[in-house]
């Protein structure tokens, strides 16, 4: 049995034209730099489409950089030991990515708690109540990356808590959509 959180339609997939990037464990390790650099190929691959209006690639490349790069930064922060794989679409306009990996059991049980809060409130208003939480020293500042991503770029969200443990690692597959320009236009 799995468990969702968020919206289930973003959760059906990236489509069927898929970029898939597996981040491996190795001698190099995981880490912010490799979120930079894979989120910097994925928005550029995503904005080359839009390279006659500067403005709209731009855009394109800096939104979806912004969601993929927290996207693989949560992904590498609370991940266990093994690989992350990255998948990205677009279509007519809509930008699509999953980003997949292992957590632990504790880490699951915090992340599903927060996500009950995070999805069941105005992303907007849960904003503005972290942030003022974080300036007072009463807050954790979870979920902050996510938050802004849901009020100000559009985002939209869904994760899946997979039920197959293996050695205590929970698989996590963490889906997300933007709005992107169409192209027709």
């Not at 093994?82 to 990515?97: D, H, K, L, Q």
């Amino acid at each position: 049995m799995t468990t969702l959180y968020g919206l289930e339609d973003v959760a059906i997939g990236t489509g069927e034209d898929v970029t898939r990037l597996r981040l491996f464990e190795g001698p190099l390790d995981l880490s912010w730099k490799h979120c930079a650099m894979t989120s910097d190929f994925v928005a550029e691959f995503v904005a080359l489409r839009y390279r006659t209006s500067r403005s709209l690639y731009k855009e394109v490349r800096h939104n979806v950089g912004y969601l993929t790069n927290e996207l693989i930064e949560n992904a590498v922060k609370f991940r266990t030991s093994g690989e992350i794989v990255v998948e990205a679409s677009i279509a007519t306009n809509a930008f699509r990515t999953k980003v997949s990996n292992f957590i632990d059991v504790d880490t699951a049980e915090r992340f599903q708690h927060l996500l009950s809060e995070i999805t069941a409130g105005d992303p907007g208003e849960l904003l503005i109540e972290r942030i003022e939480a974080n300036a007072t020293g009463s807050g954790a500042g979870s979920g902050l990356g996510l938050l802004t991503l849901m009020s100000d770029y559009g985002a939209h969200f869904a994760w899946v808590f997979g039920s197959d443990r293996q050695d205590s690692k929970i698989p996590l597959e963490t889906y997300a959509s933007i709005t992107v320009p169409d192209l027709s236009n």
